[in-house]
């Protein structure tokens, strides 16, 4: 049996979204519900696909076509190319998921200089009749032959400039005549075939244009953006018109049933009389809000609220609806589930379950996690936002918007910040040494770099808001300067970042708070209520710690202990402890150190009031805490060419210094640190190190439980790829946590567990669960050993591409790779728990805050995911969203679909 491409509206219901797509499939539902809806039919999505695949309609479609829009003439009493009363048609794309504006429509399709003058003698208006013409041209003409608008809309101005009248209404019928003449003579010269006049074959080369529009490219940035699969294709809908631009008891609008921006229950919308759709949007008459019609048409308003309600009740979500009036007569176009800011979907979600509408399961489903990511931030005011035009654009690396004063090192951060100015730390790229500007700074700004680069990494940590791999900007640091398609700014300008959207603007942009409001507590109560997965913040200091409390976190899946070194206090005693000569100087640096750790560690526990927290001991090499090995050689450089010429002694005391500095850095210098001496294996070369941490950890375990508060230290040591790496470091650091706390004559239970950041470690962690009472999983650095790249380069070199060319489906440092990391993980939590049957799970690393990844924790069975504090209601809501998705998994299952 051939292939069916065509469905009226009529054999078309809401199931049918995947075939037909979302307007397609909601015409139908409308058209079932008896609803007003002009009659049409759908070309289904499978047509795309064969058109996208052959670049020609399918064979035979054109015979399907003919036969649906002879029931469209036997419904409206119309015909197609009729010279008296013609039939005109909307040729409208709809793809399953909503993509509004990205692709192309046609309307009043069927016109040609034979049916314009049926249709004027028809209506008796032949100024709307040449007004439908001059619209159609102009579409077709764009849509279909490739002919730019703007030079439509070129002739349409110089017309209305000559008559002296600035509204379209304003146009009579005999200028809109010459304005469709001068349009068709514009084709003819730019095609040099002129505009066909068969209606027949401006049908079917508008299907096949709006087939095509599903590639072009605001489609394809957009499907992108919104993770939508490129194979799905878009349907076409073939609709007949019906006119709202044929006086004053006509007109168009779109509405909402609940305010898009707030959640407010409440028609919210606009419309025009004497228009057509596109003039609503367009901007050139001012559209009136919807509760205006009311005035206009008392009958005319009650019919379409009682729709609104209707579909709202029908489809359980806030619609987006078009209409038109045509003499007074109410037409529905579409409705869709219309697309709400995040504030919006929250409140819309917890309201509709209060009313019944939706249970709380559904709500927990409705609001999508960046959804909930808006709520966290500062954001650009979107009215001032729309009316500027970004300075560069980058990568949204680290969501929020942030207002500041230019600057280009991190001294220069503080120093700014500390005098009260708001700042953002713009760099090429940042290193470890820039985190205590990132720290003060408002935003941070890089030309290079992508989403999982350093700066971006340690922004969303650190709640920062981030744009990454801005190429177009270039930044010279040295002259402290940045410049941009020909605008250059200094230290101390205003510029305005959106980590959001990844747009920077060079002025000073007023931000919007962002709001946790009571709607977003409820949701949040609700998904704890479902969810199985616990939910942690990595958080390195008491600011964080109490953010992540705030924000719903149970506890902290990473401390990092080396993120304390970088503070200005503790970095020279740092250097001290590594450039030291003896075990005595070492010692002393060493005991330094503890003194600020125990701090350190002591105020945490004290935010956390008895919650779980993990501390990762000393993970990176220890080079990164000296200067850059560049840097230093040209200080040596500098210094050794001014001491030739002053030979003073105080140039020379630094000029040693530095000297030392750099012998040391040269010795530690490695040819691939990442997979150099850190982590476990810096614990067995220099263990003074991490006894002093191991220490200081437990003093502060006894301090805070003196003082009544409970807490539970768990030492996780990284890196660790054989067992006996963990049998070794654990048994010593075992025993300087027993002296400590036998000095102390106080009990503190304690846990040693492990990082799983490399392949082997994966793959005997029966091996290693038999010394770890847990695991977490580091996937930042287990995603970069499976796959053998960089995560500091590998973005901007070459992921980027592969994920535009679809060699892999996405950034697997932003998403979990499932079937590679992701079988490791499913070997190490497999073996791990058959030696060690109670063995805690986790994962640490940036993977922890994504929601497809945490999908794959729940199925896992791990025991809890751990993010950045801004991070954590997202997590909250897409564990929850995971638990509901396994409950309906498994309970389709038992029912045997």
Not at 169 to 174: A, E, H, K, L
Not at 672 to 687: A, D, H, K, T, W
Not at 704 to 719: D, Y
Not at 732 to 751: D, N, S, Y
Request: proline residues 4%; contains cysteine; hydrophobic residues 40%.
């Amino acid at each position: 049996m051939p292939e069916k491409y065509v469905y009226l509206f009529e054999e078309s219901d809401a199931s049918m979204r995947d075939l037909l797509g979302g307007k397609g499939a909601n015409l139908g539902e409308m058209t079932r519900l008896g609803l007003p809806v002009p009659p049409g039919f759908t070309i289904s999505t499978e047509a795309c696909r064969y058109h996208t695949e052959h670049g020609t309609l399918p064979p035979g479609l054109m015979d399907e076509v003919r036969r649906a829009m002879a029931t469209l003439e036997t419904k409206m009493e119309r015909h197609f190319g009729d010279t008296h009363r013609p039939l005109l048609v909307s040729v409208r794309s709809g793809a399953a998921i909503s993509m509004p504006g990205m692709m192309d429509t046609i309307l009043n399709l069927g016109l040609n200089a034979q049916t314009v003058r049926g249709l004027a003698h028809d209506s008796g208006d032949a100024r709307f009749a040449w007004d439908a013409n001059r619209r159609f041209v102009m579409m077709f003409g764009d849509v279909v032959l490739g002919v730019h608008r703007r030079h439509f809309e070129r002739i349409f101005d110089q017309f209305k400039k000559r008559i002296d009248v600035k509204l379209d209404t304003q146009i009579p019928g005999d200028v809109m005549e010459n304005i469709c003449r001068d349009f068709l003579a514009l084709v003819l010269h730019e095609t040099g075939e002129g505009f066909p006049a068969d209606p027949w074959r401006q049908l079917e080369l508008s299907i096949g244009a709006v087939f095509s529009s599903w590639n072009n490219e605001r489609a394809k940035v957009y499907r992108k953006k919104e993770r939508i699969p490129d194979h799905l294709g878009t349907a076409v809908n073939v609709q007949a018109m019906v006119f709202g631009n044929l006086g004053m008891d006509s007109g168009t609008g779109v509405a909402f049933t609940r305010d898009p921006a707030t959640g407010e229950r409440g028609l919210y919308g606009e419309y025009l009389m004497n228009a057509q759709g596109e003039d609503v949007v367009a901007g050139i008459r001012t559209p009136v809000p919807i509760a205006a019609l009311q005035h206009e048409s008392t009958r005319i308003y009650d019919a379409f609220v009682a729709i609104c309600d209707r579909l709202e009740r029908h489809f359980k979500d806030m619609m987006d609806l078009e209409f038109t009036i045509e003499h007074g007569r109410l037409f529905m176009l579409q409705c869709r589930a219309g697309k709400r800011t995040g504030p919006a979907a929250v409140r819309m979600a917890v309201e509709m379950a209060g009313e019944g509408l939706i249970t709380k399961e559904q709500a927990i489903g409705r609001v999508k996690p960046a959804q909930v990511d808006q709520l966290l931030h500062p954001r650009i005011d979107e009215a001032v936002a729309a009316t500027l035009t970004p300075l560069v654009s980058g990568l949204a690396a680290s969501p929020g918007a942030g207002v500041g004063r230019v600057v280009f090192s991190a001294d220069a951060a503080v120093a700014r910040a500390q005098s009260g100015d708001p700042v953002i730390l713009v760099r090429d790229e940042t290193n470890p040494d820039d985190v205590k500007g990132m720290l003060v700074a408002k935003g941070v700004l890089t030309a290079h770099g992508g989403k999982t680069s350093h700066a971006a990494v340690v922004a969303r940590g650190f709640g920062i808001p981030c744009v990454a791999g801005a190429e177009d900007l270039h930044v010279d640091v040295h002259a402290k300067k940045m410049t941009a398609h020909g605008r250059a700014f200094e230290e101390g300008d205003w510029v305005t970042i959106d980590g959001t959207t990844g747009h920077v603007y060079g002025d000073k942009l007023k931000l919007v708070e962002a709001k946790v409001t009571g709607y977003f507590g409820v949701l949040m109560g609700w998904c704890d209520e479902v969810r199985r997965l616990g939910v942690r913040a990595n958080a390195d200091n008491p600011k964080d710690a109490a953010q992540a409390i705030a924000f719903g976190a149970e506890g902290i899946g990473l401390c990092r202990t080396e993120h304390m070194f970088f503070e200005r206090d503790r970095l020279p005693i740092v250097r001290e402890m590594i450039l030291a000569q003896n075990d005595h100087d070492r010692e002393a640096a060493l005991e330094k150190l503890q003194v600020v750790q125990q701090g350190d560690f002591e105020r945490i526990f004290e935010v956390m009031q008895g919650r779980p927290v993990t501390i990762r001991l000393i993970d990176p090499p220890l080079h990164e805490f000296l200067p850059s090995y560049e840097e230093l050689v040209r200080q040596v450089t500098e210094l050794e060419l001014a001491n030739n010429v002053l030979n003073g002694h105080a140039l020379a005391e630094v000029l040693a210094e530095k000297r030392a500095m750099l012998e040391a850095v040269l010795g530690m210098r490695e040819q691939n640190p990442m997979l150099g001496l850190r982590g476990v294996r810096l614990s067995i070369i220099f263990p003074g190190l991490v006894a002093m941490q191991t220490r200081a950890i437990m003093n502060a375990a006894v301090r805070v439980k003196r003082h009544g508060v409970e807490v539970t230290p768990e030492i996780m040591i990284p890196l660790v790829g054989h067992v006996n790496e963990l049998s070794v470091v654990k048994t010593q650091l075992e025993a300087v946590a027993r002296e400590t706390l036998a000095e102390a004559g106080v009990e503190v239970p304690f846990k040693f567990g492990t990082m799983i950041e490399l392949p082997r470690a994966a793959l005997v962690a029966g091996d290693i669960a038999e010394h770890a009472e847990f695991f977490s999983f580091g996937t930042n650095d287990l995603t970069q050993t499976t796959h053998g790249i960089s995560r500091d380069d590998a973005e901007e070199k070459f992921l980027r591409r592969y994920v535009q060319q679809g060699i892999i489906a996405a950034n697997p440092f932003e998403t979990l790779d499932v079937k590679g990391v992701g079988r490791l993980m499913r070997i190490a939590v497999s073996e791990g728990r058959a030696a060690r049957p109670h063995l805690k799970t986790g994962i640490c690393g940036e993977h922890g805050g994504d929601p497809a990844s945490i999908a794959f924790c729940h199925e896992l069975g791990l025991d809890y995911v751990s993010c950045s504090p801004y991070r954590v209601p997202v997590a909250r809501l897409a564990a929850a969203q995971a638990a509901l998705a396994g409950t309906e998994k498994a309970g389709k299952q038992a029912s045997g679909e």
